[in-house]
Nanobody
């Protein structure tokens, strides 16, 4: 009924920039308003939320660790969400996954509320 697919990961030098994209496809995403989140998981660490955005795009959330450096945005006409990563640091290295929240909330920061998940894309920051 619905799929999420990330792209844009790769190797980037510390201080550089990278933009991740998450495309939503399937009937679920053409019939329902949904918030979106970006999560990341580094080796040996728990998965954590990075940023989230409401359906309208008017409300956003950022983890303290990325505030001022990352920007989440969405193009609802394209069913695509973006994560612009600037001034990246080595601690930003992780597998980044997008997820869709169909609960009707502006967004949630808890993982349990996200019903659909992408397969993840690796981001590696070299120092």
């Amino acid at each position: 009924q619905g799929q999420l697919s990330e792209s844009g990961g790769g190797l980037v030098q510390a201080g550089g920039s990278l933009r991740l994209s998450c495309a939503a496809s399937g009937r679920t995403f053409t019939r329902t308003r949904y918030a979106m989140g970006w999560f990341r998981q580094a080796p040996g660490k728990k998965r954590e939320i990075v940023a989230a955005i409401s359906w309208s795009g008017g409300t956003t959330y950022y983890a303290d660790s990325v505030k001022g450096r990352f920007t989440i945005s969405r193009d609802s006409a394209k069913n695509t969400v973006y994560l612009q990563m600037n001034s990246v640091k080595s601690e930003d290295s992780a597998v980044y996954s997008c997820a869709a929240d169909l609960t009707g909330s502006d967004f949630n920061i808890g993982q349990r509320e996200y019903e659909y998940w992408g397969q993840g894309t690796q981001v590696t920051v070299s120092s």
